[in-house]
């Protein structure tokens, strides 16, 4: 099987394939992806998914979106919304509190979770004591399991020492903070100035909090950056000695996200200097103690991440690259998805209709889709690609199943000439990416995708 290592590539080969392959498409966080799912009344699929949760017994995994954030960042792709108003902070929590109180009145049989994260926005944007009173709040009604795993996102900037005092009492042991870069020019273009030594004050404070885990965010192909700039950074970063690192390629859309139009477009990198960052992330962190997880995420052996990739119970949502594979996950908060089995939905965003469907006593759903038995195997499918780097057409049998399995076997042929490139290589079963695919995982998985079309990919972010 040829493995070589992204080392051992030449980069003008990689650079003549990423001028083939640049193209844009979904990031499959979820399959299907959000553009197909619909408005409409999905919040009695909704409870039906609870109760049967309840009466199952398993625990769930559950996301907390909160929304507010200090300062706007001009590339922020994230549902977050700027304020410093102590009514608004009060109102929403009153009404998440609203929804947890209903969700739970729908678990009869009574229910646990065994993750928590805590996204947003910002969550530690909220005053310490704010914050304390949510999750004493939602663990009350929602206990969590003996081993229970509590992770937050949170923005350093903000983050004080008593909200990470007040975490670590509760129970979490991973903390995720937004870097994204260092050089002070790029910061300046992006809205978003922070120190290197800040930065190491933050990490060593939360350590001393009793968080295990640190993951620190980057982008690369922010206006600016230069593989230069970008060396320096990573350089950088490894002082911190994070266990985790995520490395998103900027998504730039202004045409959606009007902020983002605060952005020089003359000032974007290439999608040559885009991959260069790339390779270089890749190259400099493997050299350093750190796996390639999927296609933007390095973690040191021993972190959590690392070890559910090797044992296979790697998973993808919305939240990207996680650990919960195989559990049904249940948002809380505005614009959060709830993942089942079988359905995904999507509360309102921003707050102000959020909190208003709950006052009225109803349901936060703005949209959502029920999934066919032809969405459940593709999303298995795309998942074990994205996940575990396999290409595997199930075994067809069960009834229904054979014209799916009959379309993916189609498919294939689509995706051959990727076998010439150098992407995927046979391996009896099926096929297996190697870690120049690796950095085309979205390009590999959209010949599967049921519903994409050459012009619904078009509205998508570039796919390196
Ligand atoms: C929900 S944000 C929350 C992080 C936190 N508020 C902060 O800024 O530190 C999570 C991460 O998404 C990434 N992100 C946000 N907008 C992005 C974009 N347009 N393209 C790529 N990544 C983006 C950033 O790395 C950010 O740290
Ligand atoms: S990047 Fe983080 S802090 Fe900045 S606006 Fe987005 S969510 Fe808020």
Redesign the pocket.
Known sequence: MNMKSLKDIPEERIFNLIEKLDIRGPRYTSYPTVPVWKTGDFTDYFIDSLKRISVDGKPVAVYMHLPY?NSR?Y????NSCITRDNDKFRSYLDSIKREIETVSGYFSNGASHCQLHL????PTHLPADMLAELLDYFIERLPGTSDVDRSI???PRVTTREHLRILSDRGFRRIS??L?DLNHAVQKAVNRIFSADKMKRFVDSARDCGFTGVNI?L?YGLPLQTRKTWAETIKAVLRFNPDRL?C????HLPTKITHQRAINEGDLPSSRERLGMLLDANRFFTENGYEAVGMDHFARPEDELAQAKSDGRLWRNFMGYTNNAGLELLGLGCSAISEFKDLFVQNLFPPEPYEKKLAAGHLPIIKGYKLDGDDVIRKKFINNLMCNLEIRIPSGGKRGNSETVDDLRKSMNKIRHFEDEGLIVPDGEGFTITPLGQLFLRNIAMPFDRYLSKESAAAFSKTI
């Open positions: 954030c960042c590339y922020c792709g994230c996204g947003g926005g910002t996102e949170v923005d903070a937004g994204q965010d982008i995520a998103f390629g900027y998504a």
